[in-house]
């Protein structure tokens, strides 16, 4: 086999493996995977919530899925997910030598029916925040903004985004709801979402393991994602392992040999780069997308 066929055979395998860890480069196993290093994260939604949800039940549904995840951490992680209150931020993203918040929020209205195609933040890439639309690809169900510092791949802030304006967010149990959506019927389950989001948060990237939380897509009716995999498990038992450091990948960066390396723009890859983060060489975000199969 040649080592080019060597190389995607080991990349197709890799990707029905039990997890799969974020790198600084997605699939490239020479980055950095991408980890929390403090003890406790505070997580916090907008106070918005989604209006199209019944009697605010996404709340306690995003709050459950964090549960879910702060329960394997409790028992074998080193890190704390901590709910904060409930917060009036509708901006997703990391500003430098700011108060930044791990924002949970739902977007309700698609950016390019309210902003003009040639308004400049679409360059930028920051309509979504300046005009609280969405802004990304409308048959995408969500993401998670995740921003790191590729050397280290050290995340210091990740924010959670719905795509409330185009898919109905439920939180019942029952049937797959045929339009139209019942108060009894799922459509796309909130918690389902948020858990595989959070994965995202916590640094799993997705596996084409059908059975993972971190399976790519998920259909209509879809809540087996609420429920978090044995392989999942594994990784925040492994990465995070409770009493010992959360382990990098390649050789561990501290995070004291971080400092602004400004003279600029890092084109690398950074297909989200806005202009908030263009100053800072180093850091970098990155938007893990969810579609529907
Ligand atoms: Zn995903």
């Known amino acids: 086999m040649t080592p080019a066929a060597t190389l995607l055979a080991v990349l197709v395998l890799g990707q029905f493996d039990p997890y799969v860890r974020s790198r600084v480069t997605p699939g490239d196993d020479a980055t950095q995977c991408l980890y929390w290093t403090q003890p406790s994260i505070t997580w916090n939604q907008s106070s918005f919530g989604n209006p199209d949800t019944t009697s605010d039940t996404e709340f306690e549904a995003i709050r459950v899925a964090f549960q879910s995840w702060e329960d394997i951490f409790a028992a074998c992680g080193n890190l704390t997910l901590r709910q904060g209150p409930v917060i009036d931020e509708r901006k997703a993203g990391y500003l430098r030598g700011q108060q930044n918040q791990n924002v949970v929020l739902f977007r309700t209205k698609v950016c390019s029916a309210l902003v003009a195609a040639t308004d400049a933040c679409w360059k930028a890439e920051t309509c979504g925040n300046q005009y609280d639309c969405w802004d990304d690809d409308e048959s995408t169900l969500a993401i998670t903004l995740t921003t790191y510092d590729k050397r280290s791949g050290i995340i210091y802030d990740s924010d959670i985004s719905f795509n409330a304006s185009q898919y109905v967010f ?114 970098r975000r990155r938007r893990a997308r969810e579609g529907r199969s």
């Open 170 to 283: 439920t939180t019942a149990n029952g049937p797959t709801c045929f339009p139209p959506v019942t108060t009894n019927c799922v459509s796309t389950d909130v918690q389902n979402t948020a858990t595989h989001e959070i994965g995202h948060f916590v640094g799993l990237d997705h596996t084409r393991l059908a059975s993972s939380t971190m399976f790519p897509s998920a259909q209509a009716g879809e809540v087996s994602k609420r429920t978090i995999d044995s392989g999942s498990r594994d990784f925040v038992c492994s990465v995070y392992a409770k009493g010992g450091a959360s382990q990098a990948c390649l050789h561990p960066v501290m995070n004291d040999e971080l400092g602004p390396k400004g003279g600029g723009c890092s084109a690398t890859g950074a297909s989200s780069l806005g202009p908030v983060l263009m100053a800072w060489v180093l850091w």
